[in-house]
């Protein structure tokens, strides 16, 4: 008689949520990441975690590098666990992991929670009753550029400068002068960019600025000037968009335009 092969679960962390509020509002459970397990809570004292169990022969080191080859599916399950993660983040103060967040056994489990249970403890202290934004500012390059260079005294000076050399090194200068008119864009899009964000971080708990995005990533034809992130309390959040809205209107007169989204799962302010 052939002997039966026992398959090893492994266990899939989503994220931490407090178990107090677990046990005022139980969670509803969803379909896990391999589409036929079930999420599930599992409590750790005052740290409830959010799982689903994987089979070990499907998603071991080994098999889960081979199919994070796979962008269709990497599409499709990093998908998955960020939708679960909205859903969470809607009834819970959550603390997201990052995706492929994966376990060998609750022991091991248990073992990372104690080691970091009062950083953990911490950030749900420091998210209730908050949410997370995202801003980005984008710009009207030419637009903006053609201001700058009309209303600065120096560009004016270099022009008639330029006029008065002779043919041959005119080309050279003017070349210097368009790097210089980039700077001076550059330095203008930053100063207007931090005065919008100095005033929303005003309204915020906590506030970010994290790295630009190229066109390539975002697919306008608009320049990202700036890109942040807030900390807001729930109650303030209907004043923050408003302020953005009444901001909008005078950006875009500009040539700037500022995109609002949220809220998101607290990927940036709850990141372990």
């Known amino acids: 008689m052939d002997a039966v ?4 679960e492994l266990l899939y962390l989503y994220g931490f949520i407090p178990s107090k509020e677990v046990d005022s509002l139980p969670l509803e459970s969803f379909s896990g990441l391999d589409g036929e397990h079930l999420a ?30 796979d962008p269709k599916w990497l599409q499709e399950k990093a998908f998955h666990h960020h939708e679960a993660l909205v859903k969470i983040n809607d009834q819970y103060t959550a603390i997201p992991l990052k995706f492929g967040t994966i376990f060998k056994s609750e022991t091991r489990l248990k073992e990372t929670i104690d ?13 209730q009753n908050k949410e997370e934004w995202n801003v980005k500012i984008y710009c009207a390059e030419e637009a903006l550029k053609e201001e700058v260079m009309n209303s ?26 368009q790097k210089y008119a980039d ?5 203008e ?74 809220p998101w799962p607290t990927y940036y302010f709850a990141n372990l």
């Open 40 to 69: 599930y809570t599992k409590s750790f004292g005052d740290i409830t975690c959010v799982l689903c169990k994987l089979e070990e022969n499907e998603y071991g080191e080994k098999e889960l590098e081979e199919r994070m080859q």
């Open 189 to 262: 899009m930053d100063k207007r960019s931090k005065a919008i964000h100095d005033e929303l971080s005003a309204l915020s708990s906590k506030a970010a600025v994290k790295k630009n995005l190229s066109k390539d990533v975002t697919g306008r034809k608009e320049a990202m000037a700036w890109n942040s992130v807030y900390l807001i309390e729930k109650e303030k959040v209907n004043n923050f968009l408003r302020r953005i809205q009444d901001m909008n209107s005078a950006a875009e007169k500009q040539g700037f335009f500022i995109e609002v989204t949220g």
């Open 152 to 177: 600065s005294p120096e560009m004016e000076a270099k022009r008639k400068e330029i006029e008065l050399l002779p043919s041959g090194r005119q080309f050279f200068e003017k070349k210097k002068l």
């Open 115 to 127: 080691g970091q249970r009062d950083t953990v403890l911490a950030l749900f202290s420091s998210l």
């Open 183 to 187: 700077e001076l864009l550059e330095n």
């Open 5 to 8: 092969t026992e398959t090893k």
